[in-house]
T-cell receptor, first 114, second 116 residues
Framework: KQEVTQIPAALSVPEGENLVLNCSFT??????LQWFRQDPGKGLTSLLLIQSSQREQTSGRLNASLDKSSGRSTLYIAASQPGDSATYLC?????????????FGEGTQLTVNP | GAVVSQHPSRVICKSGTSVKIECRSLDFQATTMFWYRQFPKQSLMLMAT?????????EQGVEKDKFLINHASLTLSTLTVTSAHPEDSSFYIC????????????FGNGTRLTVT
């Protein structure tokens, strides 16, 4: 059974700081890995999707890397802003589901202080 | 971009009543949609996979007679919580994708259900 762990559970940083969120998974036979952002009481916003054959994806100040063999992914946020405050979730899907069924980590709650 | 709309965003009902939640793909067709549940300070757990024109596939431990799913068209899936109890109070979120495989899953804004 796939298990996804995110560290740290919570993180508080001053504005402008670069930061790294970590995600690990137990079954390396993943189809893809997706990073999401969730604001309080809201749904999920997809940030980055990394296919199993890819090593990283970038979007603006965000960069996600994937090391499938070691079961790890990181989300790098550059020059953090108060608007980045949210819970960040990573989720993986396995090959046999063709990327459809996601297993989520419990998230990292990020607070960026002005 | 692909948009998934969920309605209502918030509902309060009395114990024993039924509640219907709608999930619509606004600008694409989705043969498959997914229903998740999220308890406070916990992550999302997949409840069921909704298949257009056929029966839903439920995850282990999810009561199919309690959580009725209907996927009557390529743009609409509904989740009905029947005979709701206070322990059913949770945040329910649906998701869909434009095409199977490489495209990301898009999520609705969720429905906060409170059963009194």
């Amino acid at each position: 059974k796939q298990e996804v762990t995110q560290i740290p559970a919570a993180l508080s940083v001053p504005e402008g700081e670069n930061l790294v969120l970590n995600c690990s998974f137990t079954d390396s036979a993943i189809y893809n890995l997706q990073w999401f952002r969730q604001d309080p009481g809201k749904g999920l916003t997809s940030l980055l999707l990394i296919q199993s054959s890819q090593r990283e994806q970038t979007s603006g100040r965000l960069n996600a890397s994937l090391d499938k063999s070691s079961g790890r992914s990181t989300l790098y946020i550059a020059a953090s802003q108060p608007g980045d405050s949210a819970t960040y979730l990573c989720a993986v899907s396995l090959w046999e589901t063709s990327g459809s069924r996601l297993t989520f980590g419990e998230g990292t709650q990020l607070t960026v202080n002005p | 971009g692909a948009v998934v709309s969920q309605h209502p965003s918030r509902v309060i009902c009395k114990s024993g009543t039924s509640v219907k939640i709608e999930c619509r793909s606004l600008d694409f067709q989705a043969t498959t949609m997914f229903w998740y549940r999220q308890f406070p300070k916990q992550s999302l757990m997949l409840m069921a996979t909704s298949n257009e024109g056929s029966k839903a596939t439920y995850e282990q431990g999810v009561e199919k007679d309690k959580f009725l799913i209907n996927h009557a068209s390529l743009t609409l899936s509904t989740l009905t919580v029947t005979s709701a109890h206070p322990e059913d109070s949770s945040f329910y979120i649906c998701s869909a994708r434009v095409e199977v495989g490489a495209s990301p899953l898009h999520f609705g804004n969720g429905t906060r259900l409170t059963v009194t």
